[in-house]
């Protein structure tokens, strides 16, 4: 069976991505996500993270918590949307192809594909790029139809729902009256 290191934000998105995915590849799910601010808004989404990944029964790979990397990745452009977010992206998606190679999956994606507040083509564009430096397939699929079923069955279950992509600087846009 095809293998998949899918790069995952959140539970309740990881939810929705399973209900394409769980029949067609062995999946594991990576933890990569330094922009998450502040600390205890990371614990709270790494704890629904391991409770969706074990509700699936599906490998994870959890990677240390570093903020000083996303730092030092959007250093300068704390306040320039999209430019801020497409570092962001490109952080996380690279640090995923570069797992994906040194484990041997075949293929590489995220499931920041399943939401509709992202900037979906730069992400495309972004993973393919970095596919092609790495040498790992970047998988694509625009699970955008699949975003409120994952938040269905989070809210349903229970699992913690954030407000905000995951920044400081995207928590303070999202909370502007």
């Given at each position: 069976?095809?293998?998949l290191l899918l790069h995952t934000c959140c539970g309740p998105c990881l939810l929705g991505v399973w209900e394409d995915v769980e029949n067609r590849f062995e999946i594991t799910?990576?933890?990569y996500n330094p922009n998450i601010q502040p600390e205890e808004e990371y614990?709270?989404?790494l704890a629904n993270f391991r409770i969706t990944a074990k509700r699936k029964d599906q490998k994870e790979i959890?990677?240390?918590?570093?903020q000083d990397e996303?730092?030092?990745a959007v250093l300068g452009?704390?306040?320039?949307?999209?430019?801020?977010c497409l570092k962001c992206y490109e952080l996380r998606l690279g640090k995923t192809a570069?797992?994906?190679?040194?484990g041997g999956f075949d293929l590489f994606s995220t499931t920041l594909l399943i939401s509709p507040y992202q900037q979906h083509d730069r992400l495309k564009e972004l993973g393919e790029n970095i596919a092609a430096e790495i040498g790992v397939d970047f998988y694509y699929v625009d699970w955008r139809p699949y975003f409120k079923i994952g938040q269905k069955i989070a809210r349903e279950t229970g699992l913690y729902r954030q407000k905000y992509c995951?920044?400081?600087w995207s928590k303070k846009e999202t909370m502007k009256p």
């Open positions: 069976m095809t293998t799910s990576l933890f614990q709270k989404r959890e990677l240390n918590y570093n996303y730092d030092k452009l704390e306040n320039k949307v999209p430019a801020r570069q797992e994906a190679k040194k995951g920044c400081n």
